[in-house]
């Protein structure tokens, strides 16, 4: 089963510390690969695809397994409705081979609003419907070459989630949440494993939005980053968790923003991203955004550089 293929500490060294994490759709084919080969040059551990209604991940990660040579692959984060659970194992087996077993596969639920777009059938309840996805993906049948299972972390925000990846994945992949927020998830995983009789201690990878410039100066590019995941309930009732008001979530208050945004020169953003891991997190991905609010950000990934 993918859950017990990878113990806890190769799977740390296989990420790294840091990583970057990049939706590369409105990005020209030949800029987002180079993209990946800028943050492989400057030692980040691994270079996360996102899934939405753009580019396909799979077909992507297959040419940046050919354009990088050290760097882990992570898809961050496949949709469980936008292909089955045979073919999402065949695409994760894929990506493995052609990468030399670089790869994290990150499975998620999605939002309502997202399957709305795609043929995938109707929105089911998030963890029964993970569950059931979990069990015909770990039984999918695999004719191709020998090829090690790779790593599967699914995204989670709530407790029940997170439990079910304590259970059933090497981990969790939380989006949108804070270094308390992370302290929490860091909990229940450990403790959900325990319960469990797992041995392994679980990953934890946390995402940050990154935005070199003054905080006062860039808050507007940083409240656009994520106003349209405000509007999406699994995020809204995490949010509500962690003591954030209504409120705030309809406003974007500028607490809210810069509780989740990270602003201000290097040394600022690097202080949040040792805050997620000195709150648990085993690898944090880098989302670089630009003061005017584009994608894949170099001068912020060389900035953030681990030298």
Request: hydrophobic content about 50%; charged content about 20%.
């Amino acid at each position: 089963m993918a859950a017990t293929m990878t113990d806890r500490r190769g799977l740390a060294t296989l990420l790294g510390p840091i990583g970057v994490w990049a939706n590369l759709d409105a990005i020209p084919a030949d800029e987002a690969l180079r993209y990946a080969q800028l943050a492989e040059s400057l030692g980040y551990g691994t270079f996360w695809v996102n899934e939405s209604v753009g580019r396909e991940p799979f077909a992507m990660l297959g040419a940046l397994a050919r354009e990088t040579r050290r760097m882990t692959l992570g898809v961050g984060i496949a949709s469980s409705y936008a292909r089955d659970p045979v073919a999402a194992h065949a695409g994760a087996r894929t990506i493995a081979d052609l990468s030399g077993g670089r790869f994290v596969m990150g499975l998620g639920i999605s939002h309502r609003s997202s399957v709305a777009l795609r043929a995938g059938g109707p929105y089911g309840p998030p963890l029964e419907t993970m569950r059931a996805y979990l069990d015909a993906y770990d039984a999918a049948p695999w004719r191709g070459p020998a090829v090690e299972e790779p790593p599967l972390v699914l995204a989670a925000l709530g407790p029940r989630m997170l439990t079910l990846a304590a259970e059933r994945a090497a981990g969790a992949f939380p989006y949108l949440v804070t270094a308390e927020q992370v302290l929490l998830a860091r909990r229940t995983l450990d403790d959900s494993a325990q319960a469990a009789g797992r041995a392994v201690r679980p990953i934890l990878i946390a995402a940050q939005i990154c935005i070199l410039g003054d905080p006062a100066a860039v808050r507007d590019t940083a409240r656009r980053s994520i106003a349209g995941y405000l509007a999406q309930p699994n995020y809204r009732n995490n949010l509500l968790r962690g003591g954030f008001t209504p409120a705030d979530i309809d406003a974007a208050s500028d607490p809210l923003v810069d509780a989740l945004v990270a602003t201000g020169d290097a040394a600022a953003l690097r202080d949040r991203l040792d805050a997620l891991r000195a709150a648990g997190a085993d690898h944090v991905a880098v989302i670089a955004i630009s003061a005017t609010g584009r994608q894949a950000d170099a001068a912020t990934v060389e900035a953030l550089a681990q030298r």
